[in-house]
């Protein structure tokens, strides 16, 4: 990986986070960078981030449990100064937006965006360069809204067949 302020995957989390409110593919491109991390003091970031995105989907669709169970861990990541400052974040306005965030889900307010408050000047510049890449929505769709349900699973389904199929020929052979 380069260093985090010139990481394409994560230059695209933060503008599907906070330009377009994406967090459906903002779990996506930040899941494959999560994947193939070589540094393995970034995969905790990254998980963090990760799971912030799918906590936020699931309470703008509704889905307080989802966002419970998942904030638990957000909360945790929140906390770690060295994994928030190490992706460029500052930490105590992460932690007070967290916090806010974890107080909206726990009194089932209404869903409100946010943005990751960016510290590091050089991530901030290289975030800024590509924000024509984004759309900035008054109105959130549906299609991004409702993402996981409305998007082709072939390949999910397929996989996932697949895996099943590998674990029952391994029960075979033992």
């Known amino acids: 990986m380069g260093h985090f302020t010139k990481n394409q995957r994560y230059l695209q989390y933060l503008g599907f986070f906070n330009y377009s409110y994406d967090y459906f593919e903002c779990h996506e491109v930040l899941e494959d960078q999560w994947k193939c991390e070589l540094n393995e003091s970034f995969k905790p970031s990254w998980l963090g981030l990760i799971r912030l995105s799918v906590v936020l989907?699931?309470?703008?669709?509704?889905n307080l449990v989802g966002a419970t169970k998942l904030m638990r861990h957000v909360v945790n990541f929140a906390q770690?100064?060295?994994l928030v400052e190490q992706v460029?974040?500052?930490f105590n306005e992460f932690m007070k937006t967290v916090q806010l965030l974890k107080e909206r889900i726990d009194h089932n307010l209404p869903f409100i965006p946010i943005s990751l408050p960016i510290e590091n000047k050089?991530?901030?510049n290289n975030f800024h360069r590509i924000k024509?890449?984004?759309t900035v929505f008054e109105v959130v769709p549906d299609s991004i809204v409702h993402k996981h349900a409305l998007?082709?699973?072939t390949e999910v389904i397929n996989e996932r067949e697949k895996n099943l199929l590998v674990r029952h020929l391994m029960k075979?052979?033992?």
């Not at 989907?57 to 509704?62: A, L, P, V, W």
Request: positive net charge; hydrophobic residues 15%.
């Open 88 to 90: 460029g974040l500052n």
């Open 57 to 62: 989907y699931h309470q703008r669709r509704g």
């Open 132 to 134: 024509e890449q984004f």
């Open 80 to 82: 770690n100064r060295i």
């Open 151 to 153: 998007r082709d699973r």
């Open 122 to 124: 050089t991530l901030e």
């Open 172 to 174: 075979e052979k033992h």
